[in-house]
């Protein structure tokens, strides 16, 4: 038998390794598995030379092929962009109606404009369009400049108070306090008339001393109600929507040295399409007219 040991049990030959009294079986492996692993290693051999596979210190094989990842993507992305482009075209052309009223482009606008309000809006108006405190709801029915849909495209593409576009839209508070406007005093009063005319707590006194100053000086612009005017950029001050807080001091802070927010001239930087789809989309949230 040349020395092999075969176990009385299973008459298969033992590989002579013993532990504690149990022998390992030196069983074959099935033919299909060692055909199936030679298979895998001829394989792995052609795809290294056909593929770029191995490193070198400068690049790595070019392969058969010479097929890249990077070329794969290239090909994909001239491939997408050449699908979009004539959507592109006709959203360049058509008017903000046209768009909403056609299926097509008013999908194609509200998925596009999603994408952009993810890489350049979330930053400011947050990924649900909630806003943040200075920086306004996309969601609500509270707009500083309209909420139509034209009126959306204009602040996109224009901006609100910035030195890159001379159609900026810019709406600038007096700041009464710094500027000695008028004193403190006066300005305490007038804050409780805006707190009267919001419907939060006030004195009542003192919001009858402001009613009068409110009227020289804060009427042009939000109006003797206070409802404001979209036409000038000015706020309602009768709502709960507060862009610097609705408490005695923050409402005193703001008449005395007011905070202006600026928001970049989009036009330029993404194009005319790009800046439709983007008004289309946030009309669509619900908020406007």
């Known amino acids: ?17 013993d532990w504690d009294g149990i022998k390992e079986l030196n069983s074959p492996l099935p033919r299909w598995w ?20 191995i ?23 001239k491939a997408a962009t050449l699908a979009k482009s004539s959507m592109i075209s006709k959203i360049e052309t058509a008017s903000l109606q046209e768009i ?34 200075g920086y306004p709801n996309l969601n609500d029915d509270d707009w500083l400049w309209g909420g139509d849909i034209e009126a959306v495209y204009t602040s996109i593409k224009h901006g609100i108070r910035n030195d890159e576009d001379e159609d900026t839209r810019i709406s600038e508070m007096p700041a009464f306090g710094v500027d000695d406007l008028l004193d403190s005093g006066t300005i305490r009063s007038i804050t409780h008339r805006v707190l009267e005319m919001a419907g939060l707590e006030f004195d009542a006194k003192m919001a009858q001393a402001g009613a009068s100053p409110f009227i020289e000086n804060c009427a ?14 000015a706020p309602n001050l009768t709502d709960a929507i507060w862009f610097y807080g609705d408490k ?5 802070a703001q008449i005395s040295s007011p905070r202006h927010g600026v928001m970049p001239a989009w ?3 993404l194009g005319e399409a790009s800046v439709k789809q983007l008004a289309v989309y946030i009309h669509s949230l619900g908020g406007g007219l």
């Open 220 to 233: 042009d612009c939000h109006g003797e109600n206070g409802k404001g005017d979209v036409e000038q950029g």
């Open 55 to 77: 490193p070198l210190i400068n690049s790595a094989t070019q392969g058969i092929s010479g097929i890249t990842n990077r070329q794969i993507v290239e090909q994909e992305l």
């Open 100 to 133: 909403r009223d056609t299926d097509e482009l008013f999908r194609f606008s509200v998925a596009g404009g999603q994408s952009m309000f993810k890489v350049y809006c979330t930053q400011c108006h947050g990924s649900g369009a909630q806003g943040a405190p």
């Open 248 to 252: 005695p001091d923050e409402i005193v």
């Open 267 to 269: 036009g330029k930087r």
């Open 34 to 53: 060692l055909w199936t692993f030679y298979a895998t290693i001829i394989f792995s051999v052609g795809y290294v030379l056909y593929y770029p596979a």
């Open 1 to 17: 038998m040349s020395g092999k040991e075969i176990d009385e049990f299973t008459g298969v030959e033992t590989t002579g390794h």
